[in-house]
């Protein structure tokens, strides 16, 4: 695969085919241990998808998480004075903010029901991306769990992507989405929070308009953009509807990974 | 149409169609005065597209702007005091800035090559959405023009879907979408800009996910969502493609408004 290249990932076609983004059918509900990518290769055939070099696949990350084991018992779990002194804040189980806590690098603000903080792998979010569920990791539940966000989700993708290439001779990209509220806007929206074999940022410096005036906005979120699309078909409850195939992505692909989207502290602009 | 009704509107079926977005070929070059109902009607038609109730029309709001003479001539712009002091700050041309601030509330942020304001409409943006261009309103430019947002995105969504209720019978959803940089996150991603006949929020306030655990995410940002997803096929100089069809949002439409994506102040994490 090529490497970014400003000049050509940019030219999409005048002719554009449509982008179509259909939701695999028949996902069971996913345990620890199982193995995604034989289960994403069945519910491709089930909905009678042959894979093509440039489609892309979005993976639900609470799937991912599942699969991967990522789940914390909320009783096993005891609270640092710090997570007790945020908790107060918050007004959040002290117990959920420990695990958000081990989960982050750095709390960015802490407000009645609101907790911001910079997550490990880098990027920003509610929470550190952790879930409630009340369902452990083998099935029906009475016990109360927290669901963390996968350990490596730019590897989990680069995985994923092997797998289906191993199938399908098909070079594919594959992003895991999660949803992400905005500092600005009401509502939240699809992003990626792993990345492989997909551009996650376009990069357009140096480009032009129809008229040869240097486009001032210079780098597109891709990545994000078809997150938030794919998000449009999983709906909420994303366990329902987990994987959706997206053909028609005019750009071609080329290695990405989540730290393209990751903007540097010293241009953040909320802190 | 009915009302927001959080109950049904987010349970969309199991067995989801694909969601599908058509970029329209043929439109020309818009200017001031065009009527853009007609000719995105033209462009359905010459892509063999038959309107049905439900479907979604993402417009560029380069093309609105410019089809409502939203164009300002730079060299006819006089700097304020004040925008002489933030283009000492932020290095950019004094009379560009006094065209963004007469576009604003507020100036939330200036750093060098970075503006960032409350938007008259209500929304946190750079620029506040203005746009250079060495096109003038009525074609090929020597001189230096500046493209403002639309007056009221919502009426002209309003307008538009009227004209195609009228023209067709469907009840369709119209938005505009801008590209819009985020707080946190490297690039830009589509947003809505203005809404109607669709919900620009999803409200899942008392849902609950497959296993009856209260849905911790209550709002989508669906508006935001479909703009995401039109953005990849509009691409940036999104004159090439301005106008997307979308097909099989699977949610029942209804009356929205771009308000509903707009934080109250006094919940905005970023002041």
């Known amino acids: 695969m090529r490497q970014a290249n400003s000049v050509t990932e940019t030219q999409a076609s005048a002719q554009t085919p449509p982008l179509v983004l259909t939701a695999l059918p028949g996902l069971p ?19 009678a998808i042959k894979l093509r070099s440039g489609d892309v696949i979005a993976v639900a990350q609470k799937i991912v998480s599942k699969a991967e084991g990522r789940q914390v018992r909320l009783a096993e779990v005891t609270p640092s004075a710090r997570a007790l002194e945020l908790a107060e804040v918050t007004q959040k189980d002290p117990r959920f903010i420990e695990v958000v806590l081990s989960e982050s690098k750095e709390v960015l603000r802490a407000r009645f029901n609101t907790l911001i903080v910079e997550h490990r792998l880098g990027f920003v979010c509610a929470n550190a991306g952790v879930d409630r569920s009340n ?12 669901l963390c966000l996968p350990a490596d989700p730019d590897a989990t993708c680069r995985r994923l992507r092997e797998t289906f290439r191993a199938a399908t001779g098909a070079e594919v990209g594959v992003l895991i989405n999660d949803s992400h509220g905005r500092a600005w806007r009401n509502g939240t929206v699809g992003v990626a929070i792993g990345v492989a074999g997909l551009p996650a940022l376009l990069d357009m410096r140096g480009h032009s308009d129809l008229f040869d005036y240097t486009l001032q906005v210079t780098q597109v979120g891709l990545a994000d953009e078809l997150a938030a699309a794919a998000s449009v078909l ?5 366990e329902r509807r987990p ?27 909320f802190r």
């Open 135 to 146: 369902v452990g990791p083998h099935g029906a539940g009475q016990e109360e769990y927290l």
């Open 234 to 238: 999983m709906g909420q409850a994303d």
């Open 29 to 47: 509900l996913i345990r620890p241990g199982d193995d995604l990518g034989a289960l994403i290769l069945a519910g491709l055939a089930a909905a």
């Open 243 to 269: 994987v959706i195939h997206i053909r028609g992505v005019p750009y071609p692909l080329r290695e990405g990974n989540l730290q393209e989207l990751i903007r540097p502290r010293e241009l953040d602009l």
